[in-house]
Structures are given as structure tokens and as C-alpha cells.
């Protein structure tokens, strides 16, 4: 269960569209992750995302293999804070959740459709009650393959 992408050193590609509960409006989005193995067991993930004609995000997230099938997840997020949170392995799925309740909750939850693509969904809820729902996909990052993307 070594093989999912969050502990793998390498650059993984995506995009997708984000939705609010509050709002009618799509807003679509390119992200890049950029994992790097900074010890034993131990991992760095920057993940820059862009939102078309928008905003860039940056957040950093650190991650400590636990066991076989667990891991502890910190986020790192320019406008929001750091925040902990905890994480599980299965053989396709790798997901997460922080629950700072009334400050920062949400999950994320990626699963395996090949070695080299995955699809996600996450969910966040703001400390309004506003519902920030995330879809996309992310692939692996293929040397001397020209991306069209600004990240």
C-alpha cells in the first residue's frame, strides 16, 4: 500500500471543479502536487492550486506513516492556518480528515483508477456552514510531456 501517490516521491498533475452550497457557481481548477520523501516514513507534499482566471492556493502538507494503513496528516494553508488531522491507507484508496470543529473540518479521499491516475472528492465546511465540495482527478507527471497548464 507504499504505492499511492501521497508516498511517492514525483510531481502529479490535475483539475477538476469546485462547488459551493451556497452558491450556483462551478469554479474550475489545475492543481499540481510536488511529494517529496524527507525521511523515513516521513513526507512533504506541496500542492499549488490554480483556479482558472483566479486564484492560487498553496498548501503545504506534512505526513508520518503510522502503520500499514494509517498516517497523521498536517495541513499548512497561507489564508487558513495549520491544522492535524488523520489519515487511511487501503489498497486503492488513500483519504484524510481534519475535525477542528467550528474552525476546520473536511476530508479528502483520492482512489486509485491506475498506478499512474487518480480520482478524488472532498468536502470542507467553513466556520459559516458553507460547504465547499471538490471534484477532479490527478495523474502522474510523464517526463518530456509538454502540460499546457500555468502552475
Do not use: C
Request: hydrophobic share 35%; proline share 3%; aromatic share 14%.
Amino acid at each position: 500500500m507504499d504505492n499511492h501517490f501521497l508516498f511517492q516521491p514525483g510531481e502529479w498533475l490535475g483539475n477538476g471543479q469546485v462547488s459551493f452550497s451556497m452558491s450556483p457557481d462551478i469554479l474550475h481548477f489545475r492543481t499540481r502536487w510536488v511529494i517529496l520523501e524527507e525521511g523515513p516514513s516521513f513526507y512533504q507534499g506541496t500542492q499549488t492550486v490554480e483556479i482558472v482566471d483566479g486564484d492560487r492556493i498553496i498548501n503545504v502538507f506534512e505526513v508520518t506513516r503510522n502503520d500499514p494503513v494509517a498516517f497523521a496528516i498536517t495541513l499548512d494553508n497561507e489564508l487558513l492556518g495549520t491544522f492535524a488531522g488523520q489519515g487511511v491507507i487501503e489498497e486503492s484508496t488513500v483519504a484524510w480528515e481534519f475535525r477542528e470543529k467550528g474552525a476546520f473540518e473536511g476530508f479528502e479521499v483520492y482512489k486509485k483508477i491506475d498506478d499512474t491516475e487518480y480520482s478524488m472528492h472532498a468536502e470542507y465546511l467553513s466556520s459559516d456552514k458553507t460547504r465547499t465540495m471538490i471534484r477532479g482527478k490527478i495523474w502522474k507527471r510523464v517526463e518530456n510531456v509538454d502540460y499546457d497548464d500555468k502552475l
